[in-house]
């Protein structure tokens, strides 16, 4: 874990190119605030001045540090391949220890159906909490396993993997009431688990800190 100090380090932060759905912003190279449940990070990581990535930024993030696209830092400098492909081995190596971080993702039963709570940039680009319906993703475990490239490529609306999601060797559970969503890699797999309590604690559970910069 770095100092939490560096969270005031525009070099510690990944910037994700603006698109027609969110302004830039920076994500941090590292986990914070690891040990401490969904509900306690989500309010250290505000109290920072940042917010906790929702799932579809998330899977924007990984997408852009899976790609051949150059990468900068917030305070303008290039990453470096090499501390490219360290942050990479740290979210998705398959070997020990065990390392997760929290998404900003909710999930709840409304009336028997699904609905999702999340932080979504609106028009305006600020990020507001909203409550909508689950889009149509995928409703059944996979343990192995879904194609992980096909989900950072193909995810619904909401950042989940679609149902036609194809088949490989990263582990999935599928959303369930009263959860919340985090990723996970140990020496066995990795996995996206969306059947997580928020009280869940572990001294290798974190959340990457995500701020906008002016």
């Known amino acids: ?10 070099g510690f ?3 994700v190119p603006e698109t027609s759905d969110h302004p830039v912003f920076g994500v941090s190279l590292d986990r914070y605030f690891c040990g401490e449940n969904w ?32 990468l900068f830092c917030a305070d303008g400098s290039r990453m470096s391949s090499h501390h490219r492909k360290l942050v990479v081995d740290d979210i998705f190596g398959v070997v020990p220890p065990y390392r997760g971080e929290w998404f900003d993702n909710v999930f709840s039963k409304d009336g028997g159906d699904m ?21 149509d993703c995928l ?21 989940l993997p679609a149902k036609n999601t194809t088949d490989g060797s990263f582990y999935y559970w599928y959303p369930r009431d009263g959860d919340v969503a985090r990723f996970g890699a140990d020496s066995g797999r990795a996995w996206l688990g969306c059947n ?15 701020k906008i910069f002016k």
Do not use: H
Request: glycine residues 10%; neutral net charge; proline residues 4%.
């Open 13 to 15: 932060f990944v910037l």
């Open 115 to 135: 609905v999702v709570r999340y932080g979504k940039f609106g028009s305006d680009g600020i990020l507001s909490e909203v409550t909508e319906p689950l889009d």
């Open 196 to 210: 997580g309590s928020s009280q869940v604690s572990d001294s290798g559970l974190g959340v990457r800190v995500a």
């Open 39 to 70: 509900d306690c990070a989500k309010s250290l990581v505000a109290k920072s001045g940042g917010f906790v990535l929702p799932l579809v930024y998330g899977v924007e993030f990984y997408r852009l540090l899976r790609s051949d696209s150059d």
């Open 1 to 10: 874990m770095v100092d939490v100090k560096t969270l005031d380090d525009k």
């Open 139 to 159: 409703s059944k475990n996979k343990t192995p396993g879904i194609d992980l490239d096909y989900w950072l490529k193909n995810p619904t609306r909401q950042g």
